[in-house]
């Protein structure tokens, strides 16, 4: 028994510095994919979309709060990849982890369920996780900005909402993805595949089209959204969201599409609003689609339940395992 004991007491740190180490590779890989594509607002540069805030929320949700200090560990290489070491560089990293921190918190305490199946669920990530939580970690960064004199006052808002956006996208787009990833199980049937790949042919085909055409033709992933959301909810509907945003994103910081002749903050404003409905649409009308085929399956459960007892009753037989009336305890039936 102590040898036992022993092992698994050794074995419990090994574990833990995987998963630190495990989240650290993935909130620096999503840093790195984040900033390939920027846009410069007011001489600052952001991201239209911040994974690693998606990254970091959906560990917090999947391993609980053991993994914050590999999200801490994440947010620092990715911010000495940017800079050097500095004291302001200890405030942008509190903020990076506090941020995911309180969304998980929040998100705990209102009851969140990973597998998003229920409208509440999709409110509480959008309205608690994103962009609740996430004002902590842009108010800190371009508060430290301004504090050390590397931004002008008169640009902290449009900067601070530009940062707010990009963290907030990070966690509405990449967070339901990851949680959705974790929880395959099994690969759908052979008809399903069937009907996935004809709507990831249409989606390949439209979306690029959508986003980069000059003609105002963003509208069209609407259908997709719809289609994908109506017949694989959450898995289809958000991975349709996350392509179109990446696509947008693209188009976008390079001035091409729906995108082309405006200004810097114009096409800010016009990506984040697009990325923004898009993304709400998705996680929210899947939520609603989970949740009444959930409620229609409890029904029609109950439904077969009480024709089973019906039957029962209508053949003479006692319902749950009782005894025939007059025939318990040993007393005579009958006359």
């Given at each position: 028994m102590t040898a036992v004991v022993g092992t698994s007491d050794l074995r419990r740190p090994a574990v833990l510095a995987a998963e630190t180490a495990a989240v650290a590779a993935g909130y620096y890989a999503a840093g790195k994919l984040g900033l390939l594509r920027?846009?410069?607002?007011?001489?600052?540069i952001f991201t239209p979309i911040w994974p690693p805030s998606g990254?970091?929320?959906?560990?917090?949700?999947?391993?609980?709060?053991?993994?914050?200090?590999?999200?801490a560990l994440g947010a620092l290489l990715v911010i000495l990849s940017l800079t050097s070491l500095s004291p302001s560089v200890v405030f942008n990293l509190a903020g990076n982890t506090a941020a995911p921190v309180c969304a998980y918190l929040m998100l705990r305490k209102v009851g969140f369920r990973n597998d998003l199946a229920r409208l509440r669920d999709g409110l509480a990530l959008v309205f608690?996780?994103?962009?609740?939580?996430?004002?902590?970690?842009?108010?800190?960064g371009v508060g430290v900005l301004l504090v050390t004199d590397q931004l002008p006052a008169h640009a902290f808002w449009p900067v601070w909402l530009a940062w707010w956006v990009g963290d907030a996208m990070g966690v509405l787009i990449v967070t339901p993805v990851l949680l959705v990833v974790h929880a395959a199980r099994?690969?759908?049937?052979?008809?399903?595949?069937?009907e996935a790949a004809g709507l990831a042919v249409i989606a390949l085909g439209l979306?690029?089209?959508?986003?980069?055409?000059?003609?105002?033709?963003?509208?069209?992933?609407?259908?997709?959204?719809?289609?994908s959301a109506l017949r694989f909810q959450l898995a289809g509907s958000m991975l349709c969201a996350l392509v179109t945003?990446?696509?947008?994103?693209?188009?976008?910081?390079?001035?091409?599409?729906?995108?082309?002749?405006?200004?810097?903050v114009e096409v800010m404003s016009k990506?984040?609003?697009?990325?923004?409905?898009?993304?709400?649409?998705?996680?929210?009308?899947?939520?609603?689609?989970?949740?009444?085929?959930?409620?229609?399956?409890?029904?029609?459960?109950?439904?077969?339940?009480?024709?089973?007892?019906?039957?029962?009753?209508?053949?003479?037989?006692?319902?749950?395992?009782?005894?025939?009336?007059?025939?318990?305890?040993?007393?005579?039936?009958?006359?």
């Open positions: 920027q846009l410069v607002v007011e001489g600052a990254v970091a929320v959906a560990c917090l949700l999947i391993l609980g709060l053991r993994c914050w200090a590999g999200i608690l996780g994103a962009l609740t939580a996430m004002l902590l970690s842009s108010t800190v099994r690969p759908p049937p052979l008809t399903r595949w069937k979306i690029p089209l959508a986003t980069n055409s000059r003609v105002s033709l963003l509208f069209l992933v609407y259908p997709l959204l719809i289609w945003s990446v696509l947008a994103t693209v188009a976008a910081t390079d001035g091409v599409g729906p995108f082309a002749g405006l200004t810097r990506l984040q609003a697009f990325n923004g409905t898009m993304a709400l649409t998705a996680l929210l009308l899947s939520a609603v689609i989970t949740e009444q085929r959930n409620t229609r399956r409890s029904v029609e459960r109950a439904c077969h339940e009480l024709v089973e007892v019906l039957e029962h009753l209508t053949a003479g037989d006692a319902p749950y395992g009782r005894p025939p009336k007059g025939k318990d305890d040993g007393q005579p039936g009958g006359s």
